[in-house]
């Protein structure tokens, strides 16, 4: 089922250990170790997520209509997600590899005994 929004957004963040919730910009936001993982822009339509640049390039090659960027994110390791048109799977897997890049060593370790 595609389509998600700001509270689908929070529960899979907050679902993360160490995760907490503030703001960025004046818009909701998620960090790991005080490290920003997401934050929620356009009007909450948009998710800016963190991602590494090759993941960036597949998921936008992959499914352009869901993933993109702009030039103001193109030389940063983000990637943005409109909500309307993202599967919910694949906004947890994406919320969570923006996770894997920020979590600690120990967080990593943690999560992954109990997964």
């Known amino acids: 089922m595609a389509g998600a929004n ?4 929070r529960k899979l963040a907050l679902a993360l250990p160490g995760v907490s919730e503030g703001t960025s910009y004046g818009t909701v936001a998620f960090r790991v170790s005080k490290l ?3 934050r929620l822009r356009d009007e909450d339509q948009v998710l800016a997520l963190r991602c590494d640049f090759d993941e960036r390039d597949s ?3 992959a499914d352009p ?3 993109f960027t702009t030039d103001h994110y193109r030389d ?3 990637v943005l997600v409109r909500l309307k048109r ?3 799977v694949d906004l947890a897997e994406a919320i969570e590899a923006a ?3 920020r979590a600690s060593s120990r967080l990593l370790r943690e999560f992954d005994a109990v997964d």
């Open 59 to 61: 998921l936008i090659d």
């Open 65 to 67: 209509d869901v993933y």
């Open 86 to 88: 993202v599967s919910r």
């Open 6 to 9: 700001v509270a689908a957004v």
């Open 36 to 38: 920003l993982i997401a």
């Open 99 to 101: 996770w894997r890049l």
């Open 76 to 78: 940063g390791q983000w």
